[in-house]
């Protein structure tokens, strides 16, 4: 079946700590995304990549990073400046850049 | 700037009674996307809107758009216990067609 996957499914930091979260697919899409949601929120845009090698900030990138060496895989790393990385994560693909979007089943982040 | 609106932010009904949330744009949209997210799981894709004036029926599930691509609708008839979730709307607009997300509408259904 074809879909995306992110691990883990849950991740703890701890101060100063860096960590990355996974997100592969398996759909052939072009285009990948990050979303942040807060409890009760909507979903903020931190980094979106259209094509491999490529990538934009989105609305909240501060305190992240992320990469795209391969079509399939855009790894999010949440860096010790981001101060308030409790969150849930979304990664999402899509064919093409304003087309929809499919998600995987998200990754919670918590401070120890 | 353009100024969409997801409306209402709540919604609370019985059982069996109509829903309907609504995105309104003070600028002409590309298109429109409606997703779905269950409480503790992740957005999935409903439907994409993309002409003037047009509805697109899934089971209860009626989308429409309107004839200026201004605003869009989802309405659910007779809702069920398993309509329960967040109903979000996306759109594109302008030229270079980013996709921005509304806030949800937070949907409780009493059995």
């Known amino acids: 079946d074809g879909g995306i996957t992110q691990s883990p499914k849950y991740l703890f930091r701890k101060e100063g700590q860096n960590v990355t979260l996974s997100c592969e697919q398996n759909l052939n899409h072009d285009a990948m995304y990050w979303y942040r949601q807060d409890p009760g929120q909507g979903l903020r845009l931190i980094y979106y990549s259209q094509i491999v090698n490529d990538f934009q900030k989105g609305d909240i990138a501060e305190g992240y990073s992320v990469s795209r060496e391969k079509k399939e895989s855009f790894p999010l790393t949440v860096t010790s400046a981001q101060k308030n990385p409790t969150a849930f994560y979304l990664c999402?693909?899509?064919?093409?850049?304003?087309?929809?979007?499919?998600f995987g089943d998200g990754t919670r982040l918590s401070i120890l | 700037g353009q100024q969409v609106m997801q409306i209402p932010q709540y919604q609370h009904v019985q059982e069996g009674e109509d829903f309907t949330t609504y995105c309104n744009s003070s600028t002409t949209l590309s298109n429109i996307q409606w997703y779905k997210q269950r409480p503790g799981g992740h957005p999935v894709f409903l439907i994409q809107l993309v002409k003037s004036g047009e509805v697109k029926k899934q089971k209860r599930l009626t989308f429409q758009f309107g004839e200026a691509k201004k605003n869009s609708s989802l309405h659910i008839t007779a809702t069920q216990t398993t309509d329960v979730g967040t109903y979000f709307c996306?759109?594109?607009?302008?030229?270079?067609?980013?996709?921005?997300w509304g806030l949800g509408t937070s949907l409780a259904v009493n059995p």
């Open positions: 996306q759109w594109s607009a302008g030229n270079n067609r980013k996709l921005i």
């Open positions: 999402a693909s899509s064919i093409a850049p304003n087309q929809p979007q499919h």
